[in-house]
């Protein structure tokens, strides 16, 4: 692999969202397009590939000869104009396949263009002698100047403000603010520093503010915009596991219907109805499964392409495969299931106290507080309408890790503090004795928001005579996104388990675990226990996905069948995972998993029309063979087909065109619904098998309509 | 009346085979999962020199199958061609070497293609010591793959499949003898006949002489019918009077014949644990059971001409004693099962009903099909039903747990393939190369035009099936016919035990994945009726262009 691809000049990173794919659309235009390129793939080395195919491209030769042949050896029964017109229709009959592979391809290729823009060789400082001990940050360090495409893995480079990060390595000092939208789409800058979760940086992005110092971890060409390039391209594209199976069956069908064809001659010698050789290919590139063998590899590279258009980058199709397989979803609480953040829900005043006092004294005992939950605080304030007021000579009190607290000094003396019970329950203490009965109160409001999960906050004011008293106590809780519930009782009918990964106490864990309808949590969560968790659950047979960024995640995201490493994790979580999420979206894991379904549905779906489209081919040629034989056969002409010739071609071309017809849906993709195995296979039983025996009884008398006007049919 | 006869009759069947098939399947279930031997198993393990708690992996049970089949044809072999010499030949001579090879394959494979006449080739101890015994071992090797398949499916990645001794000694011991003295023993009720008087000549009424051959065949006609194996002691077989010679006999034959295949389903169940899976298996075997006996009943009590109208039915080649129907439940019964037994002549069938004979077989055998290849052909195609179901709801597939991968599929595609490439490559060649097509015309086919060929192709497609029966009009007693089809049973035989041994040996590597929501439930009339369409759609893809240059061309033209 080379890295002096000509950049497109005109390519500017803040465009890069718009040259992605076209999202599911599919255009008449975009066949017109790929045409060069499936013309070029109708090369036979490069259809060896396609067994299926194959066969029909050596009939279409066989035909062309024949019909080029036949004025000088005399006709064996067919006329040259049919068999012009059936080599014509089989040649176009492989173009459509190697258009359809070509049209999904041609899909990835914009993204991989603006994606191959950022792999130009650059020039790149290296360190000479790095001394991680001594001089960390390569301040004194000799340096020189490379192409980014000599740096080998394990080079030290320092890159500053301006310049692209010659290769993907991990920050070892500094921090800065790095331009990513080459890779994801998204041109809002995000900030990369050494050490933690965040250390990873892409070679080919652009390092905005700052100076860094980067460990390359990539050996050259093997970098992730390499891989990505070639994903997205399908240039190393291997069939998947279910891919070959499904080739297996294929090639096997195709040698049964080989045969079926090639002992029809010698049988039919017998009976002195010889069918002649065009029409026998005929029959046979009718019966093998032409249509899901033209899609087959169309399909996958549309997968992937999908998966590519959520932002999502799977190192191996297998991986795809595996996510519509998956039993168990490990999913993070935060981000995932709770928005991240506690918020506050209710204000519970202690006996005595009006809520209004309560309110009041929490917002303005929060406006100090500049935490989502202290703003949260003020907003539910607001909802109860409350809104702090400026005072003059106010003193605000930050949150410290000593005191817990935080709040107002008001310059007459009276104070407000807000934060953990404990700490506010001392604070009251300093000024005089609290009564037993207002701090069994306070307790009992205390446990019973533990208890359901939430985290509570005391509030207490001084009032101006220096006379403490406790309030009440403000309920924070993890709120769980909406329409959850729904999504993981989706997931569970169709056989997914979820289990929510915490690191909070097993109280609050269970609390939200029922609230978000998920069926298992793993609470106080380590590494290690997450690790044992996916390992316990693969015992059991069951196909494991997980999310997850850290370094300390590394072994759990190799350990899972589908491991999505956020794209803002660590280079060793990117490694281990088998996808990287671009976005960092945790939730998009259940999108991966219904990607991976309709990959498997739409192959089976396509390969069940296939397979049932071959009984009305058989009534359309099978009566046209032998007919002037056995006029009796007359009756299986249930199509009331024009005349043998024009039944065969009319058979040929439809089963040509289905190949065109179907390529937006081997494309998009067969819908999905969250649904019961039964529906889901009720439903595509009907749509594609019973459907896929109806269909080509209309397609074919239909184009048999507009054959019988031509003359000599 | 003749309908609410039938009804009667179909009724007393499906409460016989309840009755019998019940107790049966769990003695069956018992006898595959046991660990105690009887006293005269283990005499038997020590003469074979055999350890019987050994569990062997598939390649060795492959083996041992494979061992037990060469050897069984070539000792039948010899056996027919040393004839003179053995005791109560009935001074028979040695059966001609082609002939004999022929016999040889077509017992050992559980086929009983007879290209002779029984009672004037063969004499006694051919019959018993060679030609029953095969019957015995051929039907027992077809119930210790079945087996050995449902313990791979069932195995928690052991990778093994059983003890292929163990397989073929309990069969014998445990199911097969007793139920065959047992069902011997009625038979003889019902006036077969049991007996070593060679040929009497008796005196007739009109004065002349007749030869009428006698023979052990009470013993025989048990295993014939109960191994699905279906060769007959008499040419006719069991349209002969002294092998079966009133109604009741008839309808026990029936019962005999499918009594193993249908209780099969139910080992099934019992032995994966979940005894709806056997239930839906059962299900569809009887729904395409049914979907093919009404559509021979239908062409044969329609007919065609003024002869049948009078007779009721097409009642040429029938046995008056039996009618249309009963005729047509047996034809339907020897077909579905690998029996070949016919109790009338299939080539005297109106085109279409024959053709449904002819179609029978081409489904693969499998509704309920021979004992044990039955139920393995039919959870192969299962698998293939599975597979494409599997990918339908979005999961790579699996059945029962097991996952159906590449390699398992490599062995369903190639146990698919096999059958219809043995039948329509043997029938191709046959037509293909010139001298043999000259040979078969003008020699063996007796009717021209496409009931000729109809004969061929039934000729292979039984062959190739390890069917037995045949439409008699064939004369298939030639060096081409003798070899090419002794060619086709064998390969029709073992090539696809290979391929369902291997696939055992490929899930009993496997751990069983758990079942539950979201997986494709399999024992659901949807999956019935799924694995049904499977079987009908695949044959009839394979057979059609056949079918229409024969029974088709046949009985559409008017």
């Given at each position: 692999m080379t890295t002096t691809t000509a950049p497109a000049p005109e390519e500017r990173p803040e465009e890069h969202v718009d040259t992605r794919a076209p999202k599911g659309a599919f255009s008449a235009s975009q066949l017109v397009q790929n045409l060069p390129d499936a013309i070029r793939k109708l090369a036979p080395r490069d259809m060896v590939k396609n067994p299926v195919m194959l066969i029909v491209e050596v009939g279409a030769a066989l035909t062309t000869v024949l019909a080029i042949a036949l004025p000088f050896l005399g006709s064996d029964g067919t006329t040259i104009g049919f068999t012009w017109a059936i080599a014509v229709w089989l040649w176009l009959t492989v173009l459509f396949a190697t258009?359809?592979?070509?049209?999904?391809?041609g899909r990835g290729r914009a993204q991989a263009a603006s994606l191959r823009a950022t792999r130009t060789t650059t020039m790149a400082t290296r360190v000479t002698g790095y001394d991680a001990a001594a001089d960390p940050a390569a301040k004194s360090a000799a340096l020189e100047s490379v192409a980014s495409a000599d740096l080998r893995q394990g080079d030290v480079v320092v890159v500053v403000e301006g310049e692209v990060i010659p290769g993907d390595g991990d920050i070892i000092a500094g921090i800065a603010s790095v331009d990513e939208s080459a890779i994801t789409g998204e041109s809002a800058p995000v900030v990369r520093e050494s050490g933690g979760d965040r250390s990873a940086v892409t070679g080919g992005t652009r390092v905005l503010s700052d100076r860094i110092v980067v460990r390359i971890t990539s050996k050259p060409g093997e970098t992730f915009v390499d891989r990505m390039i070639a994903l997205v391209e399908g240039a190393v594209r291997q069939k998947t596991p279910n891919e070959l199976a499904l080739s297996v069956l294929l090639a096997s069908l195709t040698i049964v219907f080989l045969i079926v064809v090639l002992v029809l001659g010698p049988i039919a010698g017998f009976q002195r109805s010889t069918p002649g050789v065009a029409v026998l290919i005929a029959l046979l590139v009718c019966l093998i499964p032409t249509t899901i063998g033209a899609l087959l590899s169309?399909?996958?590279?549309?997968?992937?392409?999908?998966?590519?258009?959520?932002?999502v980058l799977a190192t191996s199709g297998r991986a795809v495969e595996a996510a519509g397989d998956v039993t168990t979803l490990l999913l993070d609480k935060t981000g995932t299931i709770t928005y991240g953040n506690r918020r506050a829900v209710a204000f519970l005043p202690l006996p005595g106290i009006d809520e209004t006092r309560l309110t009041e004294a929490a917002a303005l005992s929060s406006i100090a507080d500049p935490t989502p939950e202290g703003a949260s605080v003020v907003e539910l304030a607001g909802e109860r309408g409350f809104t702090p007021t400026e005072a003059p000579g106010r003193t605000v009190v930050p949150f410290t890790a000593q005191t817990r607290m935080s709040g107002i000094d008001e310059s007459d003396g009276r104070a407000l503090r807000k934060g953990a019970s404990a700490s506010v329950l001392a604070w009251v203490h300093e000024h005089g004795a609290v009564a037993p009965a207002v701090a069994a109160a306070l307790e009992e409001r205390v446990r019973a928001i533990s208890e359901q999960g939430g985290t509570p906050l005391a509030v207490a004011e001084l009032d101006a005579g220096g006379t403490a008293r406790l309030l009440g106590v403000i309920h924070l809780k993890d709120v769980v996104k909406a329409g959850l519930a729904e999504r993981f009782a989706a997931l569970r009918s169709m056989g997914i388990r979820t289990i929510m990964v915490t690191g909070d106490n097993p109280i609050t864990a269970k609390a939200i675990a029922a609230e978000a309808g998920v069926d298992d949590v793993l609470a106080e969560a380590t590494p290690e226990e997450k690790l044992a968790l996916i390992r316990r659950e693969q015992e059991g047979g069951r196909l494991v996905a997980m999310t997850g960024d850290g370094t300390n995640d590394a072994p759990a995201l190799a350990q899972a069948d589908v491991g999505v490493a956020m794209n803002t994790g660590t280079s060793a979580a990117k490694e281990a995972g088998n996808m990287v999420d671009l976005d960092s979206d945790p939730t998009k894991l259940i999108d991966i998993v219904t990607i991976g379904k309709q990959l498997l549905i739409t192959r089976g779906a396509l390969t069940t029309f296939s397979i049932a489209n071959d009984v009305a081919k058989y009534f359309a040629i099978v009566p046209a063979m032998f007919v002037g034989v056995?006029?009796?056969?007359?009756?299986?002409?249930?199509?009331?087909?024009?005349?043998?010739?024009?039944?065969?071609?009319?058979?040929?071309?439809?089963?040509?065109?289905?190949?065109?017809?179907?390529?937006?849906?081997?494309?998009?993709?067969?819908?999905?619904?969250?649904?019961?195995?039964?529906?889901?296979?009720?439903?595509?039983?009907?749509?594609?098998?019973?459907?896929?025996?109806?269909?080509?009884?209309?397609?074919?008398?239909?184009i048999d309509l507009v054959v019988s006007l031509i003359p000599g049919f | 009346m003749a309908g609410l006869l039938f009804a009667l009759t179909l009724l007393t069947l499906v409460v016989a085979l309840v009755v019998f098939g019940w107790p049966l399947s769990t003695w069956m279930a018992r006898t595959y999962t046991s660990d105690t031997d009887w006293r005269v198993e283990r005499g038997v393990y020590r003469l074979l020199g055999v350890d019987a708690r050994a569990e062997q992996r598939w390649p060795n049970y492959l083996r041992g199958i494979l061992a037990i089949s060469v050897l069984g044809v070539l000792f039948l072999y010899a056996l027919q061609r040393l004839q003179p010499l053995l005791p109560f030949s009935l001074g028979l001579p040695a059966v001609p070497p082609g002939l004999a090879f022929n016999t040889a394959i077509s017992f050992v494979t559980n086929t009983n293609w007879q290209s002779y006449s029984p009672e004037v080739t063969v004499g006694y101890t051919v019959q018993v010591a060679g030609l029953a015994a095969q019957n015995f071992l051929s039907a027992a090797i077809g119930i210790a793959v079945a087996i050995a398949l449902v313990r791979g499916i069932a195995a928690k990645s052991t990778g093994t499949v059983g003890n292929v001794w163990v397989d073929l000694v309990r069969t014998i011991t445990r199911v097969l003898l007793p139920l065959s003295l047992a069902a011997a023993v009625v038979l003889?009720?019902?006036?077969?006949?049991?007996?070593?008087?060679?040929?009497?000549?008796?005196?007739?009424?009109?004065?002349?002489?007749?030869?009428?051959?006698?023979?052990?065949?009470?013993?025989?006609e048990a295993i014939k019918e109960l191994g699905t194996n279906g060769g007959g002691f008499f040419n006719a077989n069991s349209a002969h009077p002294f092998e079966n010679p009133t109604g009741f006999s008839d309808l026990l034959e029936i019962v005999l014949l499918l009594l193993i295949p249908f209780a099969l389903t139910r080992v099934f169940g019992l032995m994966v644990g979940d005894r709806r899976q056997g239930r839906a298996v059962l299900a569809t075997m009887v729904l395409l059971f049914a979907i093919v006996l009404g559509a021979m009943a239908a062409f044969e009590t329609a007919g065609g001409g003024t002869a049948t109208t009078a007779a009721g039915g097409a009642m040429e080649g029938k046995e008056q004693r039996f009618g249309v129907l009963t005729s047509v439940l047996f034809a339907t019964s020897t077909t579905l099962t690998s029996t070949g037994a016919v109790n009338s002549m299939h080539d005297s069938f109106t085109p279409l009903g024959g053709m449904v004979a002819i179609i029978d077989m081409m489904l693969g055998e499998l509704a309920p099909g021979g004992v044990g290849s039955g139920l393995y052909g039919f959870l192969i195609v299962a698998i293939l039903a599975v597979f494409l179901a599997g990918l339908?709801?979005?999961?790579?597939?699996?059945?029962?747990?097991?996952?159906?991968?590449?390699?398992e599929i490599t062995f369903v595609s190639l146990y698919i393939l096999t059958t219809p490439a043995v039948v329509l490559i043997g029938l191709g060649l046959t037509f293909a190369i010139p001298a043999v097509?000259?040979?078969?015309?003008?020699?063996?086919?007796?009717?021209?035009?496409?009931?000729?060929?109809?004969?061929?192709l039934y000729a292979f497609t039984s062959a190739g099936n390890n069917n037995g029966s045949a439409f008699a009009g064939l004369s298939a007693n030639t060096p081409w016919l003798n070899a090419s089809l002794g060619a086709a049973m064998w390969l029709g035989r073992y090539l696809p035990i290979v391929f369902v041994l291997a696939l055992a040996g490929s899930f009993a590597n496997q751990e069983p994945r758990p079942t539950g929501a979201g997986m494709l439930a399999t024992h659901r009339p949807q999956f019935v009726l799924l694995t049904a369409g499977t079987v009908l759609v695949v044959s009839a893809l394979t057979y059609f262009p056949v079918l229409a240059l024969g029974p088709l061309a046949e009985g559409l033209a008017s």
């Open positions: 258009l359809a592979e070509a049209v999904a391809e169309a399909i996958g590279i549309a997968g992937m392409d999908r998966l590519v258009q959520r932002n056995f006029p009796g056969l007359r009756a299986l002409n249930v199509m009331g087909l024009h005349s043998p010739d024009s039944a065969i071609l009319s058979a040929v071309i439809f089963n040509a065109l289905v190949i065109v017809a179907l390529i937006p849906l081997a494309l998009r993709g067969v819908r999905y619904r969250p649904s019961s195995a039964s529906a889901l296979l009720g439903r595509n039983l009907l749509l594609y098998g019973v459907g896929g025996v109806i269909a080509p009884f209309i397609g074919i008398k239909l | 003889l009720a019902t006036g077969v006949i049991q007996n070593l008087s060679g040929f009497p000549v008796v005196h007739t009424l009109t004065g002349g002489t007749a030869t009428i051959p006698g023979g052990p065949v009470a013993s025989q339908m709801i979005g999961r790579t597939p699996s059945y029962l747990g097991k996952q159906v991968g590449g390699r097509a000259a040979d078969v015309s003008s020699t063996s086919i007796a009717n021209p035009g496409p009931h000729g060929f109809s004969e061929v």
